[in-house]
């Protein structure tokens, strides 16, 4: 069911404020968490994160994380200006990257800090009403869930279908708290 044009508009106001969205994400982190492991385990990836637009800086904030970086990631920015999860968020468009390496686009930054190369990545955009919040990553595609060896082929289309659905979820979890806000 569609919210009303009076609903929907605030809902998109409530969703542009990149402190609220984070505040909210981070007050059920082990929610958030629980959809993206899941979902992490069944695409075989090494890691997932998910992050939070801020329009205001031009950052993407990683605001949850699963896997062995996950405690340098959170909390760490990265420059709307660089790397393919941000062509993903400005471009509205899912990215699945087989050869991260290889790729202009790549920003290092961030696996040189957690350490971790990056080798295979997908990025989807997660929206409420259609507004791009943020952004759904999942990393280094391994031979099976919780191998550290990794799977030479990489991410598939299917994987790619599987996590944009994550991000669905995610929005749609999102989109349920700020409706708690609008009728606060």
Not at 5 to 17: C, K
Not at 92 to 101: G, L, S
Request: with cysteine; hydrophobic share 40%; aromatic share 4%.
């Amino acid at each position: 069911m569609e919210p009303s044009p009076a609903i929907r508009e605030r809902l998109l106001e409530l969703a542009r404020d990149a402190a609220l969205v984070a505040e909210l994400i981070e007050a059920e982190p082990s929610l958030y968490a629980h959809v993206l492991g899941g979902d992490i385990a069944r695409i075989r990836a090494s890691e997932g994160s998910l992050l939070v637009l801020d329009r205001a800086s031009e950052q993407l904030r990683f605001v949850v994380a699963v896997g062995a970086s996950a405690e340098r990631l959170r909390g760490l920015q990265q420059p709307l200006s660089s790397g393919l999860t941000s062509f993903a968020v400005w471009s509205n468009r899912p990215i699945c990257c087989n050869n991260v390496q290889q790729d202009p686009r790549h920003d290092r930054r961030i696996s040189e800090i957690t350490g971790a190369p990056t080798y295979s990545l997908l990025a989807v955009p997660v929206t409420v009403v259609g507004e791009t919040v943020g952004a759904l990553t999942a990393v280094n595609k391994c031979r099976a869930a919780g191998s550290p060896e990794l799977d030479a082929e990489g991410f598939g289309g299917d994987d790619l279908q599987l996590y944009s659905l994550t991000a669905r979820v995610c929005g749609a979890i999102l989109t349920g708290q700020l409706m708690e806000r609008t009728e606060g």
